[in-house]
Nanobody, 118 residues
């Protein structure tokens, strides 16, 4: 059974930090590029960051570049999103996403809520 389980969301004050984790199981994690998306109420889902299967390359949306860092630990089947200098506009549900480098299979997590508010 394929699972992507996000954790680490919550309520944080503006300027604060959070670290999201996404634990994968049921598929060959090391063969998948992983991404983080978010969706705010009334808005489309937004791609934030992607990391290649081996972790050697990353890409970021302009909206989070310099503030967010994606990383992965293939030994733990986990991908992370370190979020610093959080702003109220970062409030959203954050989703983990995996895409097989060769298979093209895709998987989504169930999401974790991040709320940035004073």
């Amino acid at each position: 059974q394929v699972q992507l389980i996000e954790s680490g969301g919550g309520l944080v004050q503006p300027g604060g930090s959070l670290r999201l984790s996404c634990a994968a199981s049921g598929f060959a994690f090391g063969g998948y590029a992983m991404s983080w998306y978010r969706q705010a109420p009334g808005k489309e889902r937004e791609l934030l960051a992607t990391i290649t299967s081996g972790g050697g390359s990353t890409n970021y949306a302009d909206s989070v570049k310099g503030r967010f860092t994606i990383s992965r630990d293939n030994a733990k089947n986990t991908v992370y999103l370190q979020m610093n200098s959080l702003k109220p506009e970062d409030t959203a549900i954050y989703y983990c996403y995996g895409r097989g480098t060769y298979s093209g299979r895709t998987y989504w997590g169930q999401g974790t809520q991040v709320t940035v508010s004073s």
